[in-house]
């Protein structure tokens, strides 16, 4: 009886509960995913409105229009992106010179001021939001779209930046209060330039091993 339970009891064990990490990877894969659909689409559009123009001299008159929609939200996504990377730049010339617990107060800190940017703008965006929905303005293009279609996404984006970068503050809280300064010096440390080439070179191996298996 005992060694028919054991199996069980083993694959149990390796069913581990979705961590903090696993969460940030499925993000950062739903963003990234969400940012290259946006100007897949949009080279789609300026393709067609090339082609259109040269062989047919007509023009959808809307790629300029689409083009300035995709940057403002791609840029809103590529916030929350680098953010979950730690690619935000920051002045880190003395910061590997002090002491762990010192880096680490550092660390806690730049997350916490980022978080109330991040929030500060999602505030400011919403005042856009509402004088855009008070008065109904629309675009000055020959589409003439309301502009609460494109700024509502836009908001969106920003609202999801700040919604990590307060979910990154609050885990950083929940260390420093703990005592965990290996971790969070891990988890929120900037990144060096070791760490970069570390990532280049994986992207490059990746890169060279998806060509040799094409065929």
Same mark, same amino acid.
């Given at each position: 009886?005992?060694?028919?339970?054991?199996?069980?009891?083993?694959?149990?064990?390796?069913?581990?509960?979705?961590?903090?990490?696993?969460?940030? +990877?499925?993000?950062? +894969?739903?963003?990234?995913?969400?940012?290259?659909?946006?100007?897949?689409?949009?080279?789609?559009?300026? +393709?067609?409105?090339?082609?259109?123009?040269?062989?047919?001299?007509?023009?959808?008159?809307?790629?300029?229009?689409?083009?300035?929609?995709?940057?403002?939200?791609? $840029?809103?996504?590529?916030?929350?992106?680098?953010?979950?990377? #730690?690619?935000?730049?920051?002045?880190?010339?003395?910061?590997?010179?002090?002491?762990? #617990?010192?880096?680490?107060?550092?660390?806690?800190?730049?997350?916490?001021?980022?978080?109330?940017?991040?929030?500060?703008?999602?505030?400011?965006?919403?005042?856009?939001?509402?004088?855009?929905?008070?008065? #109904? $303005?629309?675009?000055?293009?020959?589409?003439?779209?309301?502009?609460?279609?494109?700024?509502?996404?836009?908001?969106?984006?920003?609202?999801?930046?700040?919604?990590?970068?307060?979910?990154?503050?609050? #885990?950083? +809280?929940?260390?420093?209060?703990?005592?965990?300064?290996?971790?969070?010096?891990?988890?929120?440390?900037?990144?060096?330039?070791?760490?970069?080439?570390?990532?280049?070179?994986?992207?490059?191996?990746?890169?060279?091993?998806?060509?040799?298996?094409?065929?």
């Amino acid at each position: 009886m005992t060694s028919d339970r054991q199996p069980v009891a083993a694959a149990t064990d390796k069913v581990a509960p979705a961590g903090p990490v696993d969460f940030k +990877t499925r993000m950062e +894969t739903v963003l990234a995913t969400a940012f290259g659909a946006i100007f897949l689409g949009l080279a789609v559009i300026v +393709t067609i409105e090339t082609i259109s123009r040269k062989v047919f001299n007509i023009s959808l008159q809307g790629a300029d229009e689409l083009g300035g929609y995709a940057l403002a939200v791609g $840029s809103t996504i590529a916030f929350s992106l680098a953010l979950l990377g #730690r690619n935000h730049i920051r002045v880190d010339v003395f910061h590997e010179k002090f002491p762990l #617990r010192v880096q680490a107060l550092l660390n806690w800190i730049s997350i916490l001021s980022l978080a109330a940017f991040a929030l500060f703008i999602a505030w400011v965006a919403f005042k856009v939001i509402q004088d855009t929905t008070a008065y #109904r $303005s629309t675009a000055q293009t020959p589409w003439a779209t309301p502009l609460i279609i494109p700024q509502g996404v836009w908001y969106a984006g920003l609202v999801i930046f700040a919604l990590v970068a307060c979910g990154l503050a609050l #885990r950083a +809280t929940q260390l420093l209060l703990r005592g965990d300064i290996a971790t969070l010096n891990s988890d929120f440390h900037p990144k060096s330039a070791k760490e970069e080439l570390k990532e280049e070179l994986d992207d490059l191996k990746v890169r060279q091993a998806a060509e040799g298996a094409a065929p």
